[in-house]
């Protein structure tokens, strides 16, 4: 059994026949799409996407900087003159 991450589900088939629709009714929440009982996709709203996507890219950044901490033994320092 598949897990649902979503309260709100739908068929592809009722997708193709109202999108507008699922999407109104949802009321801004995820929508899981449904194929044979399986779920296939997910409609996110536009603004959980681009909210997702930069915690997404911060976490990445933070990961970087967690990396590069190890690598502040060999730094050497340097004056912005000199660069």
Known sequence: MNTLLSTFSAS????KKNPSRL?????GEPIVILNHNKPTAY???????EQMMEQLDDLSLAQTIKE???EKP????VSLDEL
Do not use: H
């Open 23 to 27: 999407i109104e009714q949802s009321d």
């Open 43 to 49: 409609l996110v709203p536009a603004k959980q996407y």
């Open 12 to 15: 592809v088939s009722e997708l």
């Open 68 to 70: 590069r901490e190890g």
């Open 74 to 77: 060999r730094a050497k320092e």
